[in-house]
Protein backbone atom coordinates (compact mmCIF):
# COMPACT_ATOMS: atom_id res chain seq x y z
CA UNK A 1 0.00 0.00 0.00
CA UNK A 2 1.41 3.63 -0.76
CA UNK A 3 1.10 6.55 1.54
CA UNK A 4 1.05 10.37 1.07
CA UNK A 5 4.68 11.24 2.26
CA UNK A 6 6.17 14.58 4.06
CA UNK A 7 8.75 16.85 2.78
CA UNK A 8 10.90 16.54 6.02
CA UNK A 9 11.20 12.52 5.05
CA UNK A 10 12.77 13.74 1.80
CA UNK A 11 14.40 17.34 2.53
CA UNK A 12 17.15 17.20 5.62
CA UNK A 13 15.21 20.03 8.82
CA UNK A 14 17.34 22.90 8.16
CA UNK B 1 16.16 49.75 7.41
CA UNK B 2 15.33 47.67 4.28
CA UNK B 3 13.73 49.56 1.30
CA UNK B 4 12.40 47.29 -1.96
CA UNK B 5 10.92 49.13 -4.91
CA UNK B 6 9.18 47.16 -7.67
CA UNK B 7 8.13 49.26 -10.61
CA UNK B 8 4.67 47.59 -10.87
CA UNK B 9 2.93 46.27 -7.82
CA UNK B 10 1.11 43.91 -10.32
CA UNK B 11 4.14 41.10 -9.61
CA UNK B 12 3.86 41.06 -6.02
CA UNK B 13 0.05 40.88 -5.71
CA UNK B 14 0.44 37.81 -8.18
CA UNK B 15 2.73 36.13 -6.04
CA UNK B 16 0.86 36.31 -2.82
CA UNK B 17 -2.40 35.56 -4.67
CA UNK B 18 -0.11 32.67 -5.79
CA UNK B 19 1.14 31.67 -1.78
CA UNK B 20 -2.25 32.50 0.32
CA UNK B 21 -4.12 29.61 -0.66
CA UNK B 22 -1.74 26.60 0.20
CA UNK B 23 0.24 28.99 2.94
CA UNK B 24 -1.57 31.38 5.46
CA UNK B 25 1.40 32.52 7.51
CA UNK B 26 5.05 32.78 6.45
CA UNK B 27 8.46 34.22 7.90
CA UNK B 28 9.82 36.46 4.48
CA UNK B 29 13.46 36.90 5.21
CA UNK B 30 15.40 40.16 3.61
CA UNK B 31 18.69 40.43 2.93
CA UNK B 32 21.13 41.94 0.92
CA UNK B 33 20.75 39.59 -1.53
CA UNK B 34 17.01 40.06 -2.00
CA UNK B 35 13.75 38.77 -0.84
CA UNK B 36 13.08 35.20 -0.05
CA UNK B 37 10.75 33.08 1.62
CA UNK B 38 10.17 29.26 2.40
CA UNK B 39 7.09 27.43 4.23
CA UNK B 40 5.38 24.74 3.70
CA UNK B 41 1.52 23.50 3.95
CA UNK B 42 0.10 22.94 7.02
CA UNK B 43 0.30 19.09 6.49
CA UNK B 44 3.76 19.28 5.60
CA UNK B 45 2.94 17.56 2.23
CA UNK B 46 4.22 21.00 -0.26
CA UNK B 47 6.83 23.05 0.10
CA UNK B 48 7.19 26.90 -1.07
CA UNK B 49 9.96 28.64 -2.46
CA UNK B 50 10.34 32.20 -3.39
CA UNK B 51 13.40 34.10 -4.71
CA UNK B 52 13.18 37.83 -5.52
CA UNK B 53 16.58 38.92 -6.29
CA UNK B 54 17.65 42.47 -5.09
CA UNK B 55 18.65 43.28 -8.87
CA UNK B 56 14.88 42.42 -10.02
CA UNK B 57 13.81 45.78 -7.93
CA UNK B 58 13.89 49.40 -9.54
CA UNK B 59 15.91 49.81 -6.18
CA UNK B 60 16.98 47.67 -3.27
CA UNK B 61 18.17 48.74 0.55
CA UNK B 62 19.14 46.21 3.16
CA UNK B 63 21.21 46.92 5.88
CA UNK B 64 20.62 44.39 8.12
CA UNK B 65 18.78 40.98 7.29
CA UNK B 66 15.77 40.41 8.64
CA UNK B 67 12.95 37.76 8.91
CA UNK B 68 9.36 39.41 9.31
CA UNK B 69 6.39 37.35 9.94
CA UNK B 70 2.94 38.13 7.60
CA UNK B 71 -0.33 36.67 7.35
CA UNK B 72 -0.84 36.29 3.95
CA UNK B 73 -4.58 36.48 3.57
CA UNK B 74 -4.15 40.63 5.50
CA UNK B 75 -1.68 40.99 3.16
CA UNK B 76 -3.40 39.86 0.23
CA UNK B 77 -6.25 42.18 1.13
CA UNK B 78 -4.08 45.12 1.78
CA UNK B 79 -2.26 44.43 -1.54
CA UNK B 80 -6.05 44.97 -3.17
CA UNK B 81 -5.46 48.47 -2.23
CA UNK B 82 -2.58 48.89 -5.08
CA UNK B 83 -3.02 49.00 -8.50
CA UNK B 84 -1.31 47.11 -10.76
CA UNK B 85 0.36 49.57 -12.55
CA UNK B 86 1.69 51.23 -9.46
CA UNK B 87 4.71 51.58 -7.92
CA UNK B 88 5.07 49.97 -4.91
CA UNK B 89 7.82 50.26 -2.11
CA UNK B 90 8.19 48.13 0.67
CA UNK B 91 9.75 49.46 3.98
CA UNK B 92 10.78 48.70 7.33
CA UNK B 93 12.67 49.98 10.07
CA UNK B 94 14.57 47.75 12.25
CA UNK B 95 15.82 50.42 14.83
CA UNK B 96 13.63 48.91 17.55
CA UNK B 97 12.85 45.80 16.62
CA UNK B 98 10.48 46.10 12.97
CA UNK B 99 6.87 45.36 14.38
CA UNK B 100 5.17 46.50 11.16
CA UNK B 101 6.00 46.42 7.03
CA UNK B 102 4.79 49.31 5.41
CA UNK B 103 4.25 49.85 1.57
CA UNK B 104 3.51 53.04 -0.16
CA UNK B 105 1.94 52.45 -4.15
CA UNK B 106 2.32 55.65 -6.51
CA UNK B 107 0.02 55.60 -9.32
CA UNK B 108 2.12 55.92 -12.82
CA UNK B 109 1.50 59.66 -13.18
CA UNK B 110 2.50 60.23 -9.30
CA UNK B 111 -0.94 61.89 -8.62
CA UNK B 112 -1.84 59.77 -6.10
CA UNK B 113 0.26 57.95 -3.14
CA UNK B 114 -1.44 55.43 -0.48
CA UNK B 115 0.08 54.41 2.18
CA UNK B 116 -0.62 51.06 4.52
CA UNK B 117 1.22 48.63 6.92
CA UNK B 118 1.15 45.07 7.84
CA UNK B 119 1.15 43.85 11.58
CA UNK B 120 4.03 41.43 12.22
CA UNK B 121 3.62 37.99 13.58
CA UNK B 122 6.39 35.57 15.37
CA UNK B 123 6.15 32.87 13.59
CA UNK B 124 7.93 29.39 14.43
CA UNK B 125 8.19 27.48 11.23
CA UNK B 126 10.63 24.38 10.51
CA UNK B 127 12.97 25.18 7.19
CA UNK B 128 14.41 22.53 5.20
CA UNK B 129 17.63 22.72 3.25
CA UNK B 130 16.66 21.46 -0.20
CA UNK B 131 18.92 19.54 -1.81
CA UNK B 132 20.45 20.76 -5.49
CA UNK B 133 19.57 17.68 -7.61
CA UNK B 134 19.75 16.48 -11.09
CA UNK B 135 16.19 15.36 -11.75
CA UNK B 136 15.36 12.41 -14.52
CA UNK B 137 13.07 14.35 -16.59
CA UNK B 138 12.10 18.02 -16.93
CA UNK B 139 8.70 19.20 -18.81
CA UNK B 140 8.55 23.06 -19.92
CA UNK B 141 5.24 23.70 -20.82
CA UNK B 142 2.81 26.58 -20.99
CA UNK B 143 1.41 27.42 -17.56
CA UNK B 144 -1.83 28.12 -18.39
CA UNK B 145 -2.40 24.84 -20.34
CA UNK B 146 -0.74 23.37 -16.82
CA UNK B 147 -3.82 24.89 -14.99
CA UNK B 148 -6.35 23.60 -17.93
CA UNK B 149 -5.59 20.30 -17.47
CA UNK B 150 -5.94 20.18 -13.39
CA UNK B 151 -8.86 22.08 -13.67
CA UNK B 152 -10.41 19.32 -16.23
CA UNK B 153 -8.75 16.69 -14.28
CA UNK B 154 -9.89 17.50 -10.95
CA UNK B 155 -13.76 17.36 -12.45
CA UNK B 156 -12.64 13.58 -13.00
CA UNK B 157 -10.71 12.59 -9.96
CA UNK B 158 -8.65 13.15 -6.93
CA UNK B 159 -4.64 12.45 -8.24
CA UNK B 160 -3.20 12.93 -11.18
CA UNK B 161 -0.80 10.51 -12.80
CA UNK B 162 1.93 12.16 -14.63
CA UNK B 163 3.87 10.32 -16.72
CA UNK B 164 6.70 11.40 -18.71
CA UNK B 165 8.57 9.71 -21.53
CA UNK B 166 10.49 10.80 -24.52
CA UNK B 167 7.62 10.83 -26.53
CA UNK B 168 5.36 13.48 -24.18
CA UNK B 169 3.91 13.74 -20.70
CA UNK B 170 0.25 11.70 -20.02
CA UNK B 171 -1.64 13.84 -17.63
CA UNK B 172 -4.55 10.93 -16.35
CA UNK B 173 -7.00 10.37 -13.52
CA UNK B 174 -9.43 8.32 -12.48
CA UNK B 175 -13.00 8.15 -10.25
CA UNK B 176 -15.85 6.93 -9.23
CA UNK B 177 -17.84 8.37 -12.66
CA UNK B 178 -14.90 7.85 -15.39
CA UNK B 179 -11.15 8.96 -16.29
CA UNK B 180 -9.43 11.37 -18.17
CA UNK B 181 -6.27 11.73 -19.71
CA UNK B 182 -4.74 14.47 -21.85
CA UNK B 183 -1.14 13.62 -24.06
CA UNK B 184 1.20 16.16 -24.50
CA UNK B 185 3.88 15.88 -27.26
CA UNK B 186 7.07 16.32 -27.13
CA UNK B 187 7.78 19.59 -29.68
CA UNK B 188 12.15 19.74 -30.74
CA UNK B 189 11.81 23.29 -30.22
CA UNK B 190 9.83 25.45 -27.99
CA UNK B 191 9.63 29.03 -29.94
CA UNK B 192 8.00 31.94 -30.14
CA UNK B 193 5.29 30.42 -32.80
CA UNK B 194 4.33 27.82 -30.23
CA UNK B 195 3.60 29.26 -26.92
CA UNK B 196 1.86 26.12 -26.37
CA UNK B 197 4.02 23.90 -26.97
CA UNK B 198 5.47 21.53 -24.85
CA UNK B 199 9.29 20.44 -24.40
CA UNK B 200 11.20 17.17 -22.45
CA UNK B 201 14.16 16.93 -21.10
CA UNK B 202 14.12 13.11 -19.77
CA UNK B 203 17.30 10.49 -19.20
CA UNK B 204 14.75 8.24 -18.12
CA UNK B 205 10.67 7.67 -18.08
CA UNK B 206 9.28 8.73 -14.73
CA UNK B 207 5.62 8.40 -13.27
CA UNK B 208 4.13 10.13 -10.18
CA UNK B 209 0.66 10.27 -9.01
CA UNK B 210 0.04 13.12 -6.78
CA UNK B 211 -2.94 14.66 -5.34
CA UNK B 212 -4.60 17.56 -7.68
CA UNK B 213 -5.65 19.78 -4.62
CA UNK B 214 -2.01 20.73 -4.19
CA UNK B 215 -1.54 20.88 -8.23
CA UNK B 216 -4.67 23.16 -8.09
CA UNK B 217 -2.83 25.67 -5.62
CA UNK B 218 0.20 25.81 -7.36
CA UNK B 219 -1.47 26.38 -10.86
CA UNK B 220 -2.41 29.92 -8.71
CA UNK B 221 1.03 30.93 -9.94
CA UNK B 222 0.41 30.49 -13.73
CA UNK B 223 -0.69 34.35 -14.08
CA UNK B 224 3.07 34.78 -13.07
CA UNK B 225 4.82 33.31 -16.21
CA UNK B 226 4.10 31.87 -19.68
CA UNK B 227 6.06 28.62 -18.70
CA UNK B 228 6.35 26.18 -15.70
CA UNK B 229 8.96 23.72 -15.39
CA UNK B 230 7.99 20.41 -14.28
CA UNK B 231 11.18 18.64 -12.77
CA UNK B 232 10.63 14.75 -11.62
CA UNK B 233 12.63 11.77 -9.93
CA UNK B 234 11.85 8.89 -8.69
CA UNK B 235 10.58 9.18 -5.19
CA UNK B 236 11.76 12.48 -4.62
CA UNK B 237 9.57 15.30 -4.31
CA UNK B 238 8.24 16.78 -7.71
CA UNK B 239 9.23 20.07 -7.93
CA UNK B 240 7.09 22.98 -9.81
CA UNK B 241 8.88 26.01 -11.35
CA UNK B 242 7.10 29.34 -12.38
CA UNK B 243 10.20 31.67 -12.86
CA UNK B 244 8.82 35.52 -12.42
CA UNK B 245 10.74 37.47 -15.28
CA UNK B 246 13.76 39.31 -14.45
CA UNK B 247 13.87 39.23 -10.97
CA UNK B 248 13.59 35.11 -9.34
CA UNK B 249 11.07 32.38 -9.28
CA UNK B 250 8.11 30.50 -7.26
CA UNK B 251 9.05 26.82 -6.70
CA UNK B 252 6.54 24.44 -5.09
CA UNK B 253 7.62 21.17 -4.15
CA UNK B 254 5.38 18.04 -3.65
CA UNK B 255 5.88 14.88 -1.70
CA UNK B 256 5.23 11.60 -3.60
CA UNK B 257 3.55 8.89 -1.93
CA UNK B 258 5.86 5.83 -0.02
CA UNK B 259 5.44 2.64 0.54
CA UNK B 260 3.24 2.35 3.83
Known amino acids: AQAQGKIGEFFPLG | MIEAVLAQASIFKKIVEALKELISETNIDFSEAGISLQAMDSSH ?7 LRDDGFKSYRCDRALTLGVNLNSLSKLLKCAGNDDEMRIFANDDSGADQLNFSFESANSERVSEFSLKLMDIDADSVDIPD ?15 RIIRDLSSVGEAVSIDATKQGVK ?9 GSILLKHQKSVDGDSALATSIEINEPVSHSLALKFLSSFAKAAPLTDRVSIHMTEDVPVMFEFKISEIGHIRFYLAPQIDD
Do not use: H, T
Open chain 2, 133 to 147: MDYQAIIDMSSSEFS
Open chain 2, 45 to 51: IALCNLL
Open chain 2, 171 to 179: FSSAGDAGK
